[in-house]
């Protein structure tokens, strides 16, 4: 199985994964860090599946409708074609928006008579252990779960255990969490696709996009805002857990997570795009988990729900994907000191209190808690932590920690000027403190470039965001130094590793995809725009048929590994896009 070949469905609620072949592989119900319903991501023969195929397994042809989140996969056979329509509802009803936790797949002939299978065979969760269904007239009743799930069909259910049939009309399938459906199976699927189609095209007319790469930063919006759950406000890193960093490496993470870090990234590239209310529910949301976090010691990353029972563990009994092990659930991460997330989240929120359009969203609760927050930041910089890249060897003074502190205390004290004066000669005698101390501790005179920890040797591509962050001039030679160094010695097959040291596990061998579009806006940002558009270009190389990004690509393969997808590269693509860009002023 290739990961190039899913596409994503989702509702904000809940996604699912389906692969060209037809068949859902990986959804989790009702929520993104719920167990699985489909599986067969990490267990091909035994994941439990939702498959709608045709009777000689020809693989389909996918594609997204234009400007939605509604795939289209078309199979070619040699007694007709055929097309089938997946989406998860999402629109505006009774003024809020609309997600149930359902799944509608249509199928339909395009041409001829195809021959077709239809099999839903869903799992309970880790346990893999298959549900007792009862029939009902037009639905199939799973028992076991936590909340019913059902599939209501037109067509015979004889034909849901995979026998072949012919396909002479359209047919519709519903899969419900929850409440069933309680209407009409053909109105209900048509009018929640139109609606569905009308929701996403909308939503794409109010997004701002650079002139150029339009279809790529368009695709990536409606990628990223999948990931936010919109009933907390929470933004999970990935949809998925434990597709391998590369081929053997071991390295499988349970992405299907809150992290506070991610979340910014996030929160920012939906800024460039115009889009303010996953902002207000994220601040929801981090008002949430700060105040049930005693003297602000946050974790790295939390569930959906803001609850932090995330203790890693291994699935022994799951092959993984494509044999690649260990399978794991929760993620360790979130026993890390990670010093720069508050610095990340006085960014997130510095919006709300410098651009007039978020008025509405200030609270004396919100700027106090910014407070509270920069001054964890200036109380930890400098001090040894697992950092951004979550080290699992000896933790050390890192560099982009100590950085993203004194943006903490800088962007505080520009706050504290207009809505606190009294308080804004502290942040700023912080801010230049911990700046003195980043140019004094993280600069090597040898290399000519800033490091990733203090007093050390070794690259890291994270301090390239130093030019988006403004800690220096573009012109400054420490900066210009510390892009060309990077370039230079972490470059491989023309993709950016984002370090070059032993983390634990060896040396990474393939490209964060991340941090090559953090080049390219660097560049970008430093007036050298000629080399950003042409590694720009080159790095489209790593977009999925349908334009979507894992976390890492191997260059050498053109083989994309790591969760997918992964809010990290589309948010990194959405950046460069607009760093790289001209101006709408200057083409039309």
């Not at 092959?319 to 399978?327: A, H, I, L, R």
Request: charge should be negative; aromatic fraction near 12%; proline fraction near 5%.
């Amino acid at each position: 199985m290739k990961i190039e070949d899913l596409g994503i469905i989702g509702n904000c609620q809940y996604s699912a994964l389906i692969q060209n072949s037809g068949e859902v592989v990986w959804c989790c119900l009702p929520r993104f860090d719920s167990e699985p319903v489909f599986s067969t991501l990490l267990d091909e023969k035994d994941g439990g599946r939702f498959r709608i195929a045709p009777a000689g397994g020809e693989v389909g042809t996918q594609r997204y409708l234009p400007h939605t989140n509604i795939l289209e996969t078309l199979f070619q056979t040699a007694t007709g074609s055929f097309r089938v329509i997946d989406f998860a509802p999402r629109f505006i009803q009774f003024g809020r928006a609309f997600r149930p936790t359902q799944m509608i797949r249509i199928v339909e002939p395009v041409e001829g008579t195809p021959r077709i299978a239809v099999e839903c065979d869903p799992r309970l969760g880790w346990s893999k252990q298959k549900p007792a269904s009862t029939q009902g007239s037009h639905h199939v009743r799973f028992e076991g779960f936590s909340s019913q799930l059902r599939l209501t069909t037109d067509i015979p259910l004889s034909y849901l255990g995979g026998q072949f049939f012919s396909l002479t009309g359209k047919r519709y399938f519903v899969l419900s969490w929850g409440s069933p459906v309680e209407e009409p199976l053909t109105a209900l699927c048509e009018r929640f696709r139109t609606e569905t189609e009308q929701y996403w095209k909308q939503w794409v007319k109010q997004c701002d996009i650079p002139p150029l790469f339009q279809q790529q930063v368009i695709r990536s919006a409606l990628a990223l805002k999948l990931h936010c759950f919109e009933d907390t406000g929470a933004i999970v890193a990935a949809m998925t857990t434990s597709i391998p960093e590369s081929a053997g490496s071991g390295r499988t993470w349970d992405y299907r997570y809150c992290w506070l870090r991610d979340s910014y990234y996030v929160l920012a590239a939906f800024g460039l795009l115009g889009q303010f209310e996953e902002r207000e529910q994220f601040v929801h949301y981090l008002l949430t988990v700060a105040n049930g976090s005693k003297e602000l010691n946050l974790a790295p990353l939390y569930r959906v729900d803001g609850s932090q029972n995330l203790e890693e563990s291994i699935l022994e009994n799951w092959p993984g994907y494509n044999g690649e092990q260990p399978v794991r659930i929760g993620n360790g991460a979130a026993i890390h000191l990670q010093h720069d997330i508050y610095g990340e989240l006085v960014m997130s929120l510095t919006p709300m209190f410098l651009d007039e359009r978020m008025y509405a969203e200030r609270s004396p609760a919100a700027l106090k808690l910014m407070e509270g927050l920069a001054r964890r930041a200036v109380a930890l910089a400098g001090v040894p932590d697992a950092g951004i890249w979550e080290y699992r060897t000896e933790w050390k003074p890192q560099t982009f920690s100590a950085l993203m502190c004194w943006a903490a205390a800088d962007r505080m004290a520009r706050i504290e000027e207009e809505h606190a004066p009294e308080q804004a000669g502290e942040f700023r005698a912080a801010a230049d403190r911990i700046h003195a101390e980043i140019m004094t501790q993280s600069w090597n005179e040898q290399l000519g470039s800033f490091v990733g920890h203090y007093g050390g040797e070794d690259l890291d591509a994270s301090l390239l965001q130093m030019a988006g962050l403004r800690f220096l001039p573009e012109n400054h030679p420490r900066l210009q130094g510390t892009i060309n160094e990077i370039m230079k010695a972490l470059t491989m097959d023309g993709w950016l590793l984002r370090y070059s040291l032993n983390d634990g596990f060896g040396k990474p061998t393939v490209a964060f995809v991340i941090c090559t579009f953090w080049l390219v806006e660097a560049l970008s940002l430093c007036g050298r725009r000629a080399e950003a558009r042409e590694i720009f270009d080159r790095a489209q190389a790593a977009l999925s048929p349908l334009g979507l990004l894992s976390e890492d690509f191997d260059a050498g393969t053109s083989r994309m590994w790591g969760n997918f997808p992964q809010t990290y590269s589309h948010v990194g693509l959405i950046h460069a896009a607009f760093a790289a860009s001209p101006r709408w002023t200057e083409v039309l």
